[in-house]
C-alpha cells in the first residue's frame, strides 16, 4: 500500500509541478500581449483575459491537489 501511495504522491506532483510550469506560461504571454498591445483595448482585452484563466486555471489545480491528498489522508492505509 506504501508503494501505491508514493505512486500516486509522485504522479500528483509531477502534475501538479507541469501545472504551475503551464501557468507561469500563459502569465507570461498575456503579460506580453498587453504590454504590446499599443492603446488597442482588443488587444488589451485578450491578455487580461489569458492571465486571468491561467490564475483560474492554477486555483482549479491546487485546489484538485489539496482534494487529493485529503482522499489519500482519509483512506486507510
Known amino acids: 500500500m506504501d508503494a501505491i501511495n508514493a ?3 509522485n504522479l ?9 510550469g503551464i ?3 500563459f502569465l507570461m504571454v498575456g503579460g506580453v500581449i498587453y504590454m504590446t498591445a499599443a492603446g ?3 488587444q488589451m482585452e ?7 484563466n491561467a490564475i483560474f486555471g492554477l486555483a482549479i489545480v491546487l485546489s484538485a491537489r489539496m482534494i487529493a491528498t ?3 489522508n482519509a483512506l486507510p492505509h
Not at 12 to 19: D, E
Open 40 to 42: 488597442s483595448t482588443k
Open 7 to 9: 505512486m500516486f504522491t
Open 46 to 52: 485578450t491578455g487580461k483575459r489569458a492571465m486571468l
Open 23 to 25: 501557468s507561469i506560461f
Open 70 to 72: 485529503f482522499l489519500q
Open 12 to 20: 500528483v506532483n509531477t502534475g501538479l509541478n507541469m501545472a504551475v
